[in-house]
């Protein structure tokens, strides 16, 4: 059975950080791409960052580059996320993602692209 657990959530002020961690079981996700996304009460759920399955290509969305830091593990099943200098809209529950394995190097945005999900882990910025 395949799982995805994240780990790391919290509550922090805002212009702190915090790290997520995602670890992925039950099948081989090595030549997985991964992501994050985020819902926020009342929105949709929103990607975050996404890498490729050997690190090469990232992607951040707007509202959190140059603060937000993706990461994957040696073995490939493991992935982290840095938040750096905190605001109070990146307050949500965050989800870890992982693609079919894939033969091509990409990292996508579109929730669509991607078949496993984790439970989720709730952040929350105070100001």
């Known amino acids: ?16 950080s915090l790290r997520l961690s995602c ?13 994050w996304f985020r819902q926020a009460p009342g929105k949709e759920r929103e990607f975050v960052a996404a890498i490729s399955w050997n690190s ?3 992607r951040y969305a707007d509202s959190v580059k140059g603060r937000f830091t993706i990461s994957r593990g040696y ?36 929730s669509a692209n991607y078949e496993y999900w ?5 952040v929350t910025v105070s100001e």
């Open 1 to 16: 059975q395949v799982q995805l657990v994240e780990s790391g959530g919290g509550t922090v002020q805002a212009g702190g």
């Open 56 to 58: 090469n290509i990232v």
């Open 75 to 110: 073995a490939k099943e493991t992935m982290d996320l840095q938040l750096n200098s905190l605001k109070f809209e990146d307050t949500a529950v965050y989800y870890c993602a992982a693609t079919r394995p894939v033969s091509r190097t990409y990292a996508t945005p579109a």
């Open 118 to 122: 984790g439970q989720g882990t709730q």
């Open 23 to 35: 670890v992925a079981s039950g099948r081989i996700f090595s030549n997985a791409a991964m992501g």
